[in-house]
């Protein structure tokens, strides 16, 4: 696949980078940050569509999620490999750095009737944890609303195929769609956060 290939070799520059800073005392959060600028994009807004937008999480989500890529916990093609080469302190820097940036929608393809009755599914499913559409991110739930489609697309496979661990509550809701609504409610939820701007 050519967009692992694209992903793969620039894990290759952003390794032989990252050596090259660990010899550096303290590097600081912005050039930590210089390191996932290739996939994520400058100031954490990346430019899709495998690599999400990683600006303006809470600190909290930040960190969580690069300690379950460190240890394995969320399957990745590539972040459990890059995770590994940072230390506590160094995660907590970047969670910092990238938590200050904003959150930048830039514009996705979508169905206008899928997004529609995506909204709907959102409210009564997802809204309770994913406020404000999916956009607050002041608590540990990430942020969805205008993250890429294919990424939430991958990350709700990971889901759904038990690869990664739900949220207890978060899967009774989940089994609830998929019961109700089977794919099609999935793809709708995915065009709804793909239309926000
Ligand atoms: C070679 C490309 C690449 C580089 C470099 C990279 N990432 Fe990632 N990142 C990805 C991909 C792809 C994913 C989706 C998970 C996966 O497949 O590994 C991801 C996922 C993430 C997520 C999870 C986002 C979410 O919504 O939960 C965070 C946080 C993250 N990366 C942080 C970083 C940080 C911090 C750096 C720099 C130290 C970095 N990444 C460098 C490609 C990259
Ligand atoms: C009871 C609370 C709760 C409900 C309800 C809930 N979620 Fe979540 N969700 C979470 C939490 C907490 C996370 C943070 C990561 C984790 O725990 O896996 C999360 C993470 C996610 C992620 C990964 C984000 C990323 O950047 O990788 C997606 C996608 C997601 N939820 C989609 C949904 C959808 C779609 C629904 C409705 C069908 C839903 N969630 C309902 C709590 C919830």
Known sequence: MLQKKIIESCLLLVL????????AATPGASMLANTCAGCHGTNGVSSG?????????SNDY???????????????????????GYTDE???LMAKHFSEMEFKRKPQQFDAKKAAFGKRLHNKYCEKCHEN?????????GILAGQWAPYLNNAMNDYTSGDRE?????????????????DAGLDALINFYASQK
């Open 133 to 141: 559409g999916g956009r607050k991110s002041e608590d540990d739930a």
């Open 16 to 23: 032989s980078m990252a050596s090259g800073a660990a010899i």
């Open 166 to 182: 739900m949220h207890k509550k978060m899967k009774k809701k989940v089994d609830a769609l998929q019961k109700d609504h089977g």
């Open 90 to 92: 160094e995660i907590k």
């Open 49 to 57: 569509p495998a690599a999400p937008t990683i600006a303006g999480f």
């Open 62 to 84: 930040f960190i969580g999620v690069m300690q379950q890529f460190k240890n394995a916990e969320i399957p990745s093609t590539i972040m459990t490999r890059i995770a590994k």
